[in-house]
């Protein structure tokens, strides 16, 4: 499924997003994230590579991401694979959120935990006030 342009310029307006992934127990595991649209059809983001969310996508590739602003919000559902790190979309990313005035001096930081992408391609979008 490919985003429509006022999606795609929604997804693009600096927001957080919200992950969904499923748990061993069929619960529903949820983090903040910083992500990065990368086509009209994924999503990327980072995370460390043995948190909980790594482990239910590696177990479960199907996930969900919302990003919200106010009343509008867009969710897309689709499948992730988990990745190894991409330095250049964790710099990209970074930029996005800190803006260059803070970007190096974030990315300089020891990392605490090993790295991982992950990349969505999406299947499903719905939302509303993003047409």
């Known amino acids: 499924m490919m985003l429509n ?3 795609c310029v929604y997804l693009d307006e600096v927001h957080y997003g919200v992950v969904g992934t499923l748990n061993t127990d069929g619960s529903i595991q949820q ?3 910083w992500y990065l649209r ?3 059809d994924t999503i990327a983001f980072g995370l ?3 948190s909980i969310k790594a482990r239910n996508l590696r177990r479960n590739p199907h996930c969900t991401l919302t990003v919200s602003s106010g009343a509008r919000y867009l969710t897309v559902a689709g499948s992730a694979v988990v990745l ?5 979309l964790r710099r990209r990313t970074a930029l996005r959120y800190l803006g ?9 930081r020891p990392a605490t935990f090993e790295r ?7 299947n499903k979008v719905y939302g509303q006030g993003v047409a």
């Open 48 to 50: 460390a590579v043995h």
């Open 100 to 108: 260059p005035e803070r970007v190096e001096e974030w990315l300089a």
């Open 5 to 7: 342009e006022t999606q």
């Open 38 to 40: 990368e086509t009209s």
């Open 116 to 122: 991982a992408t992950v990349r969505i391609t999406i």
């Open 31 to 33: 983090t903040l994230i």
């Open 84 to 88: 190894p790190a991409e330095p250049e």
